[in-house]
């Protein structure tokens, strides 16, 4: 392909793309869709420049403005999860963690986590999985114990473990709460006072409850006893891609120096300037976004379940967050049917549950799938739209209909939510393509 044919196809296929998700029902739980506000501060200028080290106390020159907004930034962090600390700086959740172990552990400590199957995150994961914990920064990583039907971590049997490292001379120095699939809050509260009498540093990995945290829908980690909170600024928090850090004040001079010059050196200044956009709008809308969110999830769950679905947390009502979890394995495996899906215009990804490991199964073809509400709920859907949703997704998985057909009604569908919703900006369209050139 010529450089000028290179250039044009770059452009046609990301207008694909939006149409693409205009016509879709996105469900993907670590996603969501940023206000046009914050997509004009992405294309600011600040995405340009350079400004190591923290407001006031640059490396580079130019900063006037930026540090201002940065200043705005972590100080609407703070505000929104009532924390002593706030540093916005780490360019992703996975850098945000990376400051973490690096400055709180040293290579050859160990580290409590949840596994993969128990909702776990890569980043909390072993050196031989190529997870950032062990393969970064030399941490061994031993597993929380699991309550499967109760979907949380096993509070007397973590803490009957805490002890027997302790014996083995393996004390954690460090706890990880927190996962990637992860319906119901954690035993934070339970075990912060036992963990710190035994001298380890707790970090609360909230990449994906952030936006519940910060809407008081979700349990309030740094009342419960954590030293750090990590997290993503772009899933259930409606940010752009990139990763926050607030914590109690006595930490703040490691994290700061740990983010930079430890793990950082520019740290995409559009995205700190589209976080603050974010927290702002959270701060005015987050708390009503959260209780309808949930709503959401669990309607949709319920729903599911009224199809024929299974699935995970029954016993307590199968989420108190903005997922779920499916287990599809009557009908197939999660890979094959998030195909299946995907065809349909039906956006959502495939996810291992636990025990998927012990049973032969892989991340390829796992029993489950893992469902947000939280793109969904962004765009103003409510629970009657989660019964039409469900029905969609039976339809594909259970009725076996023609994807072709599905996709039609899917479009259909999501004609009726275009707008964006809970932003300052009004209900602007939320996938429109912002042209800036002109492509011939
Ligand atoms: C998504 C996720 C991350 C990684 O965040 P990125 O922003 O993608 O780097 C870290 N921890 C958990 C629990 C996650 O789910």
Redesign the pocket.
């Known amino acids: 392909m010529s450089a000028k044919k290179s250039y044009q196809k770059i452009f046609e296929l990301m207008k694909e793309h939006h149409n693409w998700f205009n016509d879709s029902i996105p469900l993907i739980a670590?996603e969501n869709i940023p206000s046009t506000a914050v997509r004009e501060a992405i294309i600011s200028d600040f995405g340009n420049r350079y400004a190591e080290g923290w407001p006031g106390e640059r490396v580079y020159a130019g900063c006037i403005y930026i540090d201002e907004v940065e200043i705005i930034c972590n100080d609407l962090a703070k505000k929104v999860f009532n924390a002593e600390f706030a540093d916005c700086r780490a360019t992703?959740?996975?850098?945000?963690?990376l400051a973490i172990y690096s400055g709180f552990t040293n290579p050859g400590d160990y580290m409590l986590a949840s596994s993969i199957p128990n909702?776990?995150?890569?980043?909390?994961g072993k050196k031989e999985h190529y997870g950032t914990a062990g393969h970064v920064c030399g941490l061994k990583i031993e597993h929380f114990p699991f309550l499967k039907d109760d979907m949380t971590i096993d509070v007397d049997a973590t803490k009957k473990k805490i002890l027997d490292m302790g014996v083995d001379g393996k004390s954690p120095k460090m706890a990880m709460f927190?996962?990637?699939l992860?319906l119901f809050p954690h035993p934070v509260k339970e075990l912060s006072d036992f963990m710190h009498e035994h001298n380890i540093h707790i970090n609360y990995?909230?990449?994906?409850v952030a936006g519940l945290i910060a809407g008081g829908q979700f349990q309030d980690p740094l009342r419960e006893g954590v030293d750090t909170m990590?997290?993503?600024?772009?899933?259930t928090l409606w940010g752009p891609?990139?990763?926050i850090i607030v914590s109690l004040q006595k930490h703040a001079e490691i994290i700061k120096k740990s983010i930079f010059p430890g793990n950082t050196s520019s740290h995409h200044l559009h995205h700190v300037a589209g976080k603050a956009v974010a927290l702002a709008e959270v701060l005015e809308f987050g708390e009503e976004y959260a209780k309808q969110l949930i709503k959401n999830a669990k309607k949709l769950a319920e729903s599911l379940v009224d199809y024929g679905f299974t699935a995970l947390g029954e016993k307590r009502g199968y989420t108190q967050s903005h997922q779920i979890a499916v287990d599809v394995s009557k009908y197939g495996d999660g890979g094959t049917i998030e195909k299946e899906l995907e065809a349909s215009n039906i956006i959502l990804n495939r996810q291992l549950l636990p025990g998927d490991i012990k049973a032969g199964r892989n991340y390829m073809h796992p029993s489950g799938v893992r469902i947000g509400a939280n793109e969904v709920t962004r765009l103003g859907m409510k629970e009657s739209e989660m019964i039409e949703i469900a029905n969609l997704i039976k339809r594909v998985v259970i009725d076996g209909e023609d994807t072709k057909k599905v996709k039609k009604d899917v479009t259909e569908f999501k004609k009726q939510y275009q707008k964006l919703h809970y932003a300052f900006d009004g209900q602007l369209d939320a996938y429109k393509y912002i042209s800036l050139v002109k492509i011939d």
């Open positions: 670590s992703s959740g996975v850098v945000a963690n909702g776990g995150h890569i980043s909390h927190g996962g990637s992860f990995d909230a990449a994906h990590t997290m993503s600024s772009h899933k891609q990139g990763g």
